[in-house]
């Protein structure tokens, strides 16, 4: 476009040249009419060189002029718009830079406060760490304990096996030395009544001949041999299978109904007679216990009328 621009300019210029060439021609010839017969010749003239360079000099002056002056008024203007420009552009880079400042004020606070919530989040992370190293130490203690127990556990278990072999010998044991005792008992029993049999025979019919059984003479004695036999039996009803002794309240039984003194029942887990386990909790015997009851009305009977 530059480049058109001046060619434009050149063109212009040899054309106006030639204007004023042609226009100086015709002054000189309307004034030296004589020179313009000889046109030659006054084109040699040293005025006519003089005026041509003249008019040259002030044909380009005047375009010098012009064209300056039509480049001042492009500079200004070009000046003018410029300056709008920059005013634009620093009203919009002022704008820009509140916007800027806004944005950063804004996402300031925005960034402080996840980076706060960051900071809270890495110091859980860090305690939960912590927690978790100390709970897998903790596992590992507790499964080197469990296998320190797991390893006590199977020495116990084989303790275990051979005091319930043991026990059973024992049991077995007891069992043969029980019913010993109960045939020994039973002996004693019929030796102790018979006995007693001839001492009360001795007391009450000492008169009577000893091969005579002996019928009791009054209504008390008759009471008191009546109570003696209740008694008995009830006694004999309320033994207990182990110690042998009358059981009292509370006592207990297996699922058979067998009974077992309350002394007793801690020491074994089976029941003496019919080797049945019993049950847990332990059951009560109601209907020993009512019996025991009934044995100790009847010891206080005995004891009234022996005090009559």
Same mark, same amino acid.
């Given at each position: 476009?530059? *480049?058109?621009?001046?060619?434009?300019?050149?063109?212009?210029?040899?054309?106006?040249?030639?204007?004023?060439?042609?226009?100086?021609?015709?002054?000189?010839?309307?004034?030296?009419?004589?020179? =313009? !017969?000889?046109?030659?010749?006054?084109?040699? =003239?040293?005025?006519?060189?003089?005026?041509?360079?003249?008019?040259?000099? @002030?044909?380009?002056?005047?375009?010098?002029?012009?064209?300056?002056?039509?480049?001042?008024? =492009?500079?200004?203007?070009?000046?003018?718009?410029?300056?709008?420009?920059?005013?634009?552009?620093?009203?919009?880079?002022?704008?820009?830079?509140?916007?800027?400042?806004?944005?950063?004020?804004?996402?300031?606070?925005?960034?402080?406060?996840? @980076? *706060?919530?960051?900071?809270?989040?890495?110091?859980?992370?860090?305690?939960?760490?912590?927690?978790?190293?100390?709970?897998?130490?903790? %596992?590992?203690?507790?499964?080197?304990?469990?296998?320190?127990?797991?390893?006590?556990?199977?020495?116990?278990?084989?303790?275990?096996?051979?005091?319930?072999?043991?026990?059973?010998? @024992?049991?077995?044991?007891?069992?043969?030395?029980?019913?010993?005792?109960?045939?020994?008992?039973?002996?004693?029993?019929?030796?102790?009544? !018979?006995?007693?049999?001839?001492?009360?025979?001795? !007391?009450?019919?000492?008169?009577?001949?000893?091969?005579? &059984?002996?019928?009791?003479? *009054?209504?008390?004695?008759?009471?008191?041999?009546?109570?003696?036999?209740?008694?008995?039996?009830?006694?004999?009803?309320?033994?207990?299978?182990?110690?042998?002794?009358?059981?009292?309240? &509370? %006592?207990?039984?297996?699922?058979?109904?067998?009974?077992?003194?309350?002394?007793?029942?801690?020491?074994?887990?089976?029941? &003496?007679?019919?080797?049945?386990?019993?049950?847990?909790?332990? !059951?009560?015997?109601?209907?020993?216990?009512?019996?025991?009851?009934?044995?100790?009305?009847?010891?206080?009977?005995? %004891?009234?009328?022996?005090?009559?």
């Amino acid at each position: 476009d530059q *480049s058109g621009e001046k060619k434009k300019r050149r063109q212009r210029k040899k054309k106006k040249t030639k204007n004023d060439v042609q226009l100086a021609l015709n002054i000189n010839q309307e004034i030296c009419p004589e020179k =313009s !017969k000889d046109e030659k010749s006054w084109r040699t =003239s040293n005025l006519f060189e003089s005026e041509l360079k003249i008019n040259n000099k @002030l044909c380009t002056v005047q375009n010098a002029a012009t064209l300056n002056k039509e480049a001042e008024n =492009s500079t200004e203007a070009r000046r003018i718009e410029i300056d709008k420009q920059i005013a634009k552009t620093e009203d919009d880079l002022k704008q820009h830079k509140n916007v800027v400042k806004e944005f950063i004020n804004e996402k300031g606070a925005d960034m402080k406060a996840l @980076l *706060s919530k960051c900071s809270d989040v890495e110091e859980r992370i860090h305690e939960r760490n912590k927690a978790i190293n100390k709970n897998d130490e903790q %596992i590992r203690d507790l499964q080197k304990e469990n296998k320190k127990l797991s390893e006590q556990s199977v020495t116990d278990q084989k303790d275990a096996e051979k005091l319930e072999r043991k026990r059973h010998k @024992l049991e077995e044991y007891i069992d043969k030395e029980m019913n010993k005792l109960k045939q020994t008992q039973l002996v004693l029993e019929k030796e102790s009544k !018979k006995r007693k049999d001839n001492l009360s025979r001795t !007391k009450l019919g000492s008169k009577q001949p000893h091969n005579e &059984p002996q019928i009791p003479t *009054s209504k008390e004695d008759r009471m008191l041999t009546f109570l003696n036999r209740a008694i008995t039996t009830k006694q004999r009803e309320l033994e207990c299978p182990l110690c042998l002794e009358v059981s009292e309240p &509370p %006592i207990f039984m297996c699922p058979e109904s067998h009974l077992v003194c309350a002394h007793c029942k801690p020491k074994v887990e089976k029941c &003496p007679e019919c080797r049945t386990p019993y049950p847990d909790p332990a !059951k009560r015997h109601r209907y020993a216990e009512k019996t025991a009851e009934e044995l100790l009305d009847l010891k206080n009977q005995r %004891i009234e009328m022996a005090g009559d």
